[in-house]
């Protein structure tokens, strides 16, 4: 008889067996009036001499155990402890508590189906439906006792899963490590955030873990959430600046040329990395004017375009006037370029006019272009 069932037999004052079990006899000094263990010995004597219990006949209630605490025991006290928490959680039916610590002290007279006397895996539990077969020799019991019995887990009190219930986090605008924590704090709101800190974050998940000195807390709990990036684009623009210049050109008997650029340096939160699996591009909302042949042709630009990872080079908006002794154009892209090495993505924009005009021709040729992105958005994966 182990120390756990011992125990557990002493603290249960309530239990059927022994409310019913008749006075014992002190049989030499070593034994002490009402001793447990010889109170149930006697109740089990009493039942021997009347008409066995037939089990099938006894309605169950279902069970549900937690084992996190146990995780200490050994076989023996483990399956000890599942039939008495059985017996105890089918109070109503006392015959269900004496068939439970008959099967404790006589085990050799029982067959037990459907049940593994073992602990589930951390933060999970598993459902059997036992059934305890009381076999011929058995003098007290008969028939099949059955009770569907489930066997959980939710592990250590300290373990931060038992305290971050809300995993998902719904949306968290431009997150930062920071902001994963205070969203979690906000969706668990008994957690300790300065016992916890955040690892492995990117635009879709993180874990949070416990402290290495947490004195609260144990283990680690991955959350999810839906990022919202905004780019502001005046804090990525090389300077500040978000308009090119109005490239424009007037030529004769020459060819000329104007150009400029914008550049946009993009430093993801948690990486080029995190950033390429998370979001397949950009989408750039652009607007400006751009004419050919003369500034009276002068027409507004008001568009956008989606450019990708792989995408090196896109056409934002180009124009020409084909002349045979004068001609002009004007053209504007968009590149972009990953570096993993520094962390960062570069979007260019470039815009250029260009006009030619012989001596032979009369008139001038003229060509201008100027672009300003609006905004950057970045477009989610899937």
Known sequence: MTKLFLAMLSMSGASPVLARANTVTQKNNNVLPNNPILETKQHLTNLNENDKVNLTQIKSESVSIELGNLTGQNPI???????LEIGTQ?????EIMDAMIDIIYNENQWKILGIQFEIPPKHKEIK??????????????TGVLSIDVTLTNSGSPNDLLNHIQTKHLEEIQNPTSRLILDKVKECNSNLDINEVEVINANYKNALIKAKDNSKKYEGQVKVTFNSNIIINIKDIAE??????????????????????????????????????????????KFSGKGYVYDSSNEKAIDDSIEILWNQKEMTLKN?????????????S??????????????WKVKVSATAYASWINAYWSYAGIQIKVDSIELLPAN
């Open 239 to 284: 300077n500040g600046k978000t308009e090119t210049k109005y490239a424009k050109v007037e030529a004769y008997n020459s060819t000329q040329n104007d150009q400029d650029d914008l550049t946009f340096t993009y430093k993801p939160e948690f990486g080029t990395s995190a950033l390429l699996n998370a979001y397949k591009g950009a989408k750039f």
């Open 128 to 141: 059997y439906k036992a059934k305890f077969m009381a076999n011929k020799k058995n003098p007290s019991f």
């Open 333 to 346: 892209n968009i590149s972009n370029s990953i570096n993993h090495g520094e962390n960062n993505v570069i």
């Open 90 to 94: 089918n109070s109503k039916n006392s």
């Open 77 to 83: 006290e483990l399956k000890e402890y599942i039939l």
């Open 319 to 331: 124009d020409e006037y084909p002349g045979s002794v004068n001609w002009n154009k004007y053209s």
